[in-house]
């Protein structure tokens, strides 16, 4: 089974920015978020595409299953989506051997700026860089999937 060992966290500041070495724009929306998993449809930079499914525990370990898939029907699947196509700009930074996701997000989560870790096991270290502000792991109003239908900007 394929896990996803990820920590979330708000994002304080912009002093990340000169660290980042890649970023890309992201589309991606839910087509079913059950309780107990979330498939998504996710686009990258509009040349690579991916069907996702994890389980919906919250928490920082959860199942995970990615699969590639043509772009045109990643595009055609976001129709049939549940709630908003979430909007971000994702950027790597890398420090001190793990690689940041900063997400900026824009439309209805516009203002809304997450960092993710992805850890090889729960247990491993990392460095908590300044710009870190509180810890979101748990809180599932930060997920993307209840972003999408509730958006930043409403709460």
Known sequence: MALEIERKFRVTNSDWMPAVSRQRRIRQAYLTKNGHVSIRIRID????AMLTIKTAAPGHIRHEYEYAIPVPDAEELLGLREGAVIEKTRHDVPIDGVV?????????????????????????HFSRPAWLGDEIT??????????????FKSW
Not at 138 to 151: G, M
């Open 100 to 124: 940041w996701e900063v997400d900026v997000f824009a439309g209805e989560n516009s203002g809304l700026v997450v960092a993710e870790v992805e850890l090889a096991d729960g247990d491993q």
């Open 138 to 151: 748990h809180d599932q109003r930060f997920y993307n999937a209840e972003l999408a239908k509730h958006p």
């Open 45 to 48: 930079d509009a040349n690579k």
